[in-house]
């Protein structure tokens, strides 16, 4: 397999970007074999491209199942474009899939290109995979900030914002507003009118004891809504787990499987149980 750590320019951010990549094309028992599909995928707040890619074993699951990953670095901007920084919604649905396809060749259909994140991250990845579609065939959130709106509210009710939160005002202004084109409830219901075959296929999946604020009921109503919303094909997963790296690498095996729509998630779980020795 190839690890790709590029830095390219983005005319849209004005600015030099990393991007890492995973491209699994030299199994040796097959010779060079071309990936089948590609991840886009998102991080989380306060971190980088690299910890996910460092901290989870998404690349072997990729390699078993011959796709490629791209790592995106987009800090602090919840996948959006900012108010008081950079378009990185508009590099990503715009600029990054040409990018790919020129310098790396990776070109596929809808149906072969898929998004996921996690955290600020999930949330990226449902804004960006509901809103387009077009690109993107399938998208999937890891213990992801679904309600924008309710996390928005939290912190107009905060006497002083301090530590984290504070990233929410250059991403939405000093006013906290949530455009429709940002709320992932108001973006279901866009994507549920249109024809079904148009329709991205939609995986979520929180740990039960996720200690983030409002992180679990705002999934248990963004999954309510989908359910309600007639889209097509939808899957939500709980277990135990928390907001860490455990929980997130069990995760990407489920959206491997989910995405691919094989049953690779089945065949490998075995790695999660430890079989007694009595």
């Known amino acids: 397999m190839s690890f790709i750590n590029s830095t390219i320019y983005s005319n849209v951010l004005r600015q030099d970007i990393h991007l890492d990549l995973f491209m699994p094309q030299d199994k040796p028992e097959y010779g060079i074999t071309k990936p089948k599909a590609v991840i886009y995928f998102l991080h989380g707040l306060g971190s980088s491209e690299k910890q996910f890619r460092e901290y989870t074993a998404t690349n072997r699951y990729a390699r078993d199942n011959d796709v490629a990953v791209v790592y995106i670095s987009a800090p602090q901007s919840f996948y959006n474009d900012m108010k008081y920084g950079l378009p990185y919604y508009t590099y990503i649905t715009e600029e990054l899939p040409q990018i790919l396809k020129s310098i790396y060749g990776l070109d596929f259909p809808r149906e072969k290109t898929f998004i996921a994140g996690l955290s600020m991250g999930g949330y990226g990845a449902f804004r960006i995979g509901l809103s387009r579609p077009d690109i993107f065939g399938a998208c999937a959130s890891l213990s992801g900030a679904c309600d924008i709106r309710g996390m928005a509210e939290r912190i107009k009710q905060m006497p002083e914002i301090t530590g984290d939160y504070l990233s929410a005002i250059p991403v939405f202004g000093e006013e906290l507003e949530i455009g429709e084109d940002r709320d992932l409830f108001r973006l279901a219901d866009k994507a549920a009118k249109i024809p079904k ?14 200690p983030l604020p409002g992180l679990i009921e705002g999934a248990h109503a963004l999954r309510d809504k989908i359910r309600e919303s007639g889209i097509e094909n939808f899957k ?22 989910y995405f691919l729509e094989n049953d690779y998630d089945k065949e490998k779980i075995g790695y999660w149980s430890c079989p007694s020795n009595e």
């Open 236 to 257: 939500y997963m709980e277990w135990d787990g928390g907001h860490d790296y455990l929980f997130w690498d069990r995760a990407m095996m489920h959206i491997m499987a």
């Open 197 to 210: 075959e148009q329709q991205p296929r939609i995986f979520l999946c929180m740990g039960k004891q996720d």
